[in-house]
């Protein structure tokens, strides 16, 4: 049974950083990605923030590029997300996700772990 547990939420004040992490356990993929969603408050929709392939190569959302760092470690059964500058607008709850690769789309993943909420204050 695939288990993500995420951790590393907290609150902040902008300009700040923080690192989120998330373990993953009991995957049955030989071969998966990693991803990090967020859902802000009020909205329905969650979206991607970055990923990470099994083989290393990684994916972006535009607006944390050069501010976000997605890596793993090399079993692939922690996936970490550095986040630098901090903003408000990057007040959500933070999700790890993982399917067999980077796809954009949230209903693509069959994995999810249970979130952990960052709060960034003005």
């Known amino acids: 049974q695939v288990r993500l547990v995420e951790s590393g939420g907290t609150s902040v004040q902008a300009g700040g950083s923080l690192i989120l992490s998330c373990t993953v356990s009991g995957h049955t993929y030989s071969r998966y990605s990693l991803a990090w969603f967020r859902q802000a408050p009020g909205k329905e929709e969650r979206e991607r923030v970055a990923?990470?392939?099994?083989?290393?190569?990684?994916e972006y959302r535009d607006s944390v590029k050069g501010r976000f760092t997605v890596s793993k470690d090399s079993a692939g059964n922690q996936l970490f997300l550095q986040m630098n500058s901090l903003q408000p607008e990057d007040t959500a709850m933070y999700y790890c996700?993982?399917?067999?690769?980077?796809?954009?789309?949230?209903?693509?993943?069959?994995?999810w772990g249970q979130g952990t909420q960052v709060n960034v204050s003005s």
């Open positions: 990923c990470i392939e099994h083989d290393g190569n990684t």
């Open positions: 996700a993982s399917d067999a690769l980077c796809w954009i789309l949230p209903d693509k993943y069959n994995f």
